[in-house]
């Protein structure tokens, strides 16, 4: 299908309009009003209809066209991170402090490339719905898209999501059948003491001491409670308490990602956490409050789609640039919700050899923009024919 390659290239420019502007312009997770409207007016500008505020800020857009009865959706998400971004990008972030260090503008631009293309030439029967999903960073936006009916309102019969990743070959699509990406618990934990000068440490109850022994302790959990052929990752990401050095705090806060492939070894972690944070809270005299974030759920594609979704990439970028099975990740992502509701697939486009992503560093090569939308557009013409 190299010619549909060659329409889709045509797209690079206003493309990376859209990726420039998404890029310079992020937005934090249930705060992309901006980006929605944006997106929410190039869509109804090609012709979509266009609902907006769903799950808080996200904005879905639907086409009908023919006597199709198969509805798709194709999903992208569009917040940013709390990451300030150090490049030389001539269209770097605007806004101090946060940035697209994870792609997610790239994701949506290549949504908004296919949707352009479909709308013009008008060669699909059948529904597509195109998801632009908020707050997958923090692994509420689909969660929160769903808990607004959004499949009630929006019947789909498969979904798709895609990923740019950076230590796979640039422009290379990578599917795997099952489970492809871990779940994450993020949980915070405060321990409550009573501060007081640092001289008379007598006089008060230490959080931070016990945080300490707390971090120590919670790294004892993979290595002697979890099999070493199952994978599991607890980070203590953040741990803040105090702010002066002759004063002992009052609280202590650790903030955890816990990341899991197996439901039975998930459970027994998270107890483990619950158990140690007591039995060390007891130990030096302190309280807690732990709180648990969104549960968490593995990313399992369809077998029998990601088998079709791999022959449509054959047919559009050559088997040279189609590897399954690819690679799986400790990573997580909320899109597993809804591959939890719907026969579901996700992929992975090649960054190249780039800084990971998060990494304040990480850019996306704009040549994947219109790899990704000659994807989509596929998958498109594949399922709604």
């Given amino acids: 299908m190299p010619s549909l390659i060659d329409d889709i290239q045509a797209e690079q420019i206003p493309m990376e309009v859209y990726f420039r502007h998404l890029h310079q312009h992020p937005e934090l997770a249930f705060e992309e009003t901006e980006s929605a409207a944006y997106i929410a007016g190039l869509l109804r500008q090609w012709g979509y209809e266009v609902t907006e505020g769903i799950g808080g800020t996200g904005v879905v857009a639907r086409m009908q066209l ?25 269209y770097k972030s605007k806004v101090a402090g946060k940035s697209h260090t994870c792609g997610h503008d790239a994701h949506t631009t290549m ?63 990578y599917l795997t059948a099952g489970p492809v990406m871990a779940a994450v618990d993020n949980w915070e934990i405060e321990l409550t ?37 199952d994978a599991v990752v607890v980070t203590i990401g953040a741990f803040n ?47 807690f409050e732990i709180r648990e974030g969104q549960p968490g759920a593995v990313l399992v594609n369809d077998d029998e789609q990601t088998r079709i979704c791999t022959e449509v990439a054959c047919r559009l970028l050559g088997e040279e640039r189609v590897v399954n099975p690819g690679p ?11 591959a939890q509701q719907r026969p579901s697939v996700y992929g992975f486009l090649g960054n190249g050899d780039t800084p990971m992503v998060h990494h304040p560093e990480y850019a996306c090569d704009p040549a994947n923009l219109p790899v990704g939308a000659a994807y989509w557009v596929a998958i498109t013409q594949h399922y709604l024919r």
């Fill in 66 to 90: 023919g006597d199709g009865t198969t509805s798709i959706g194709l999903r992208a998400d569009t917040d940013a991170l709390p990451v300030p971004e150090m490049t030389d990008l001539p």
């Fill in 328 to 338: 799986t990740f400790m990573g997580s992502e909320d899109f597993a919700f809804f």
């Fill in 241 to 287: 308490s105090g702010e002066a050095g002759n004063v002992i705090p009052q609280n202590a806060v650790l903030r955890l990602s816990v990341r899991s492939r197996d439901p039975d070894t998930r459970t027994r972690v998270l107890d483990r956490i619950r158990a140690i944070t007591a039995a060390t809270a007891e130990g030096y005299n302190v309280g």
């Fill in 111 to 173: 949504l908004l490339g296919a949707a352009q293309y479909l709308a013009r030439k008008g060669n699909f029967n059948g529904t597509l719905n195109l998801i632009f999903q908020p707050a997958e960073e923090i692994m509420a936006g689909a969660p929160a898209m769903l808990g607004d009916d959004l499949l009630r309102r929006f019947p789909m019969d498969y979904m798709f999501g895609l990923h740019n990743m950076p230590g796979l070959e640039a422009g290379t699509l």
């Fill in 193 to 229: 003491g009573k501060g007081g000068h640092g001289s008379m440490p007598e006089r008060c109850i230490d959080p931070l001491v016990a945080g300490s022994a707390l971090v120590m302790s919670l790294q004892t959990i993979v290595s002697r409670n979890v099999a070493a052929q």
